[in-house]
T-cell receptor, first 110, second 114 residues
Framework: GQQVMQIPQYQHVQEGEDFTTYCNSSTTLSNIQWYKQRPGGHPVFLIQLVKSGEVKKQKRLTFQFGEAKKNSSLHITATQTTDVGTYFCAGPTSYGKLTFGQGTILTVHP | EADIYQTPRYLVIGTGKKITLECSQTMGHDKMYWYQQDPGMELHLIHYSYGVNSTEKGDLSSESTVSRIRTEHFPLTLESARPSHTSQYLC?????????????FGEGSRLTVL
């Protein structure tokens, strides 16, 4: 079946370093969403990308959707301890169904 | 702030007991979902619904069952709990059935089966 793969599984950075997580789908996606889950919390929606090649920014976060609409990335510039958590991408893999990637656990050392 | 509620937040129960995890949303969303998540692990879709009287199984096989008699309510039931059911169960709701907009998640129900 359709899959949404995400790498890396873990990322440890020093505060101030950049961070990137990548998401790949086996099929073309109509859109891709990104969520953040703080330790002990629930996933919270960050953004949705719809257009081929789309780039969106939220302060230090930059989201990209690939030209073929099969891959996406989230880049954080100059990480802070508040960025700690698990970042998930998610794509609609059939009517009404949203499948999540495996997530990237980000640890930021002060 | 999203209006989606899950109860109980925490449940410790013995093997063989029947449990129901409640999920309610007040946003009028058509789509509702149940995800299972072990600590620090990925989210596995176990059930979803497009609307009233619609339920579908997700990607991960689950012994649980769901019902959708009212738009706002999507309870999950385990007829006979086992230790392998120990996990966190997250309920989510989305917008209109034809769209795949953002999902709003509840706080989760952490189930421990002894």
């Amino acid at each position: 079946g359709q899959q949404v793969m995400q790498i890396p599984q873990y990322q440890h950075v020093q505060e101030g370093e950049d961070f990137t997580t990548y998401c790949n789908s086996s099929t073309t996606l109509s859109n891709i969403q990104w969520y953040k889950q703080r330790p002990g919390g629930h996933p919270v929606f960050l953004i949705q990308l719809v257009k081929s090649g789309e780039v969106k920014k939220q302060k230090r976060l930059t989201f990209q959707f690939g030209e073929a609409k099969k891959n996406s990335s989230l880049h954080i510039t100059a990480t802070q301890t508040t960025d700690v958590g698990t970042y998930f991408c998610a794509g609609p893999t059939s009517y009404g169904k949203l499948t999540f990637g495996q997530g990237t656990i980000l640890t930021v050392h002060p | 702030e999203a209006d989606i509620y899950q109860t109980p937040r925490y449940l410790v129960i013995g093997t063989g007991k029947k449990i129901t995890l409640e999920c309610s949303q007040t946003m009028g969303h058509d789509k509702m979902y149940w995800y299972q998540q072990d600590p620090g692990m990925e989210l596995h879709l176990i059930h979803y619904s497009y609307g009233v009287n619609s339920t579908e199984k997700g990607d991960l096989s689950s012994e649980s069952t769901v019902s959708r008699i009212r738009t706002e309510h999507f309870p999950l039931t385990l007829e006979s709990a086992r230790p392998s059911h120990t996990s966190q169960y997250l309920c989510a709701s989305g917008g209109l059935a034809a769209n795949t907009g953002e999902l709003f998640f509840g706080e989760g129900s952490r189930l421990t089966v002894l």
